[in-house]
């Protein structure tokens, strides 16, 4: 019976070895084969955005490799989508317009082989680029401005700002460029130091990978919106665990951090360890309770209708200054609420929810830069507007940047900076 059963597994064994070997030679790089698979037969096509999946049939060459398609622009530049043998579609993208384009598609054996060409006449749908600049809206802020756009395929665009205005007597003109695959994104062009009576001109293009480009789309004249830095040396901070409208302060005086640093406008660099810290004493300021949230509450001297937030993170990143550290990511917080007091019902009025985005394909040393920088986030992100007038705010640290803005293991801050105007 063993020996049964060992002859069973020993077939088995050699007819996969076999198989597979057969398979492998699919993929060896030489052949010697000089024969053109035969010509791909086509079932349909679906048009997509700027492009179109293609439905086939393959032909029964044993050595066949893959499926190609070529498109060529008007400019003349060419482009080869590709698909392997294993799948019985392929998408194409690039094209300009919804106009009629033909496609050649092939197919490749292993050796390099190309069949005859299998021309396809497609109508695209409006491609991705020109609909996000049909989507852009732009919206004036405070000393700056800033554009939303929705790109549903979350394809690779640029989008080239052109902005025109008048300093100090003499127009001037300067371009932004963005590049992007969200499926939604905003882009801000900041420290624009203009009275509302120097409007802003605003003149766009939107181009992707292919060379694609829209024309210039004009999208007007803004005003922008004046605000000024709040001096800090008005503020006064409670102690912590002391309570205002039942909330409590935070314990930020963990380590080597104190709860001060957040207001002294110097930022943590590798080498002043300036932040505060929780030491994991968040929501009611003890340790059992564990750590987010936690409230930074700040009296600001004064009334102000608020307008703007700046937040620094801990960085700690090495006396260098020249490495990431801990900008985000680990102890900082990504997600925050902004709240502010309303005398007329004694009780904090909820401002917004600002979520600080993770920058990608950074540098070290750009990371340290960016992080320097700061955060800045509107109180009304969508329509930026003032605050009613508060003498209290309060920042609210609800999650950190880690497991995706999910963990409560935030313990850190560097700096918040708070702008607006003074309510006499």
Same mark, same amino acid.
């Given at each position: 019976?063993?020996? =049964?059963?060992?002859? +069973? ?5 050699? $007819?996969?070895? !076999? /198989? *597979? ?92 082989? =190309?069949?005859?060409? +299998? ?5 695209? $749908?409006?491609? !991705? /680029? *020109? ?294």
């Amino acid at each position: 019976m063993k020996s =049964k059963k060992f002859n +069973l597994l020993y077939i088995t064994f050699v $007819l996969l070895l !076999a /198989f *597979s070997c057969k398979e492998g030679e699919r993929f060896k790089p030489n052949s010697g084969d000089g024969s053109a698979p035969g010509k791909v037969t086509l079932k349909n096509y679906k048009p997509l955005f700027g492009g179109a999946r293609f439905y086939y049939t393959l032909p029964p060459d044993e050595d066949l490799m893959s499926v190609e398609a070529i498109y060529t622009s008007k400019n003349g530049k060419s482009f080869t989508f590709a698909a392997s043998y294993f799948v019985d579609s392929l998408d194409v993208y690039g094209f300009p317009s919804t106009d009629e384009y033909t496609i050649q598609l092939y197919a490749v054996d292993r050796a390099g082989n =190309k069949s005859e060409a +299998l021309d396809v006449k497609v109508t695209p $749908l409006e491609p !991705a /680029f *020109s609909r996000v600049a049909n989507s852009m809206e732009v919206k004036p802020g405070f000393s700056s401005f800033f554009l939303d756009w929705e790109n549903e395929l979350k394809q690779n665009i640029n989008v080239y700002v052109d902005f025109t205005f008048n300093q100090d007597g003499a127009s001037r003109t300067l371009t932004s460029v963005f590049s992007s695959n969200l499926e939604k994104d905003r882009r801000f062009i900041n420290d624009l130091f203009l009275p509302p009576t120097e409007k802003v001109a605003v003149k766009i293009r939107v181009e992707d990978i292919y060379g694609n480009i829209t024309e210039t789309l004009d999208k007007g004249s803004i005003s922008l919106f004046e605000d000024n830095k709040i001096e800090k040396a008005q503020w006064v901070l409670p102690n912590a665990n002391d309570s205002i409208g039942g909330v409590p302060m935070v314990f930020g005086n963990g380590y080597e951090g104190r709860n001060r640093y957040v207001i002294d406008d110097i930022i943590d660099r590798g080498d002043n360890l300036n932040f505060m810290h929780t030491n994991s004493r968040g929501k009611t300021g003890r340790t059992a309770d564990g750590n987010m949230p936690w409230n930074f509450i700040i009296d600001l001297g004064g009334y102000y209708e608020l307008s703007r937030i700046i937040t620094v993170q801990r960085h700690s990143g090495g006396l260098a200054n020249i490495s990431r550290g801990q900008f985000y990511r680990n102890e900082n917080v990504g997600l925050y609420n902004m709240y502010i007091w309303d005398d007329a019902t004694s009780s904090w009025e909820f401002v917004s929810q600002s979520k600080i985005l993770v920058p990608e394909g950074l540098s070290e040393l750009e990371f340290v830069k960016k992080g320097e920088a700061g955060d800045m986030a509107y109180m009304y992100p969508d329509e930026p507007a003032y605050t009613k007038p508060t003498r209290w705010f309060r920042y609210e640290a609800i999650k950190s940047f880690n497991g995706n803005y999910t963990l409560e293991d935030g313990n850190c801050l560097s700096e918040i900076t708070l702008y607006g105007k003074k309510r006499n």
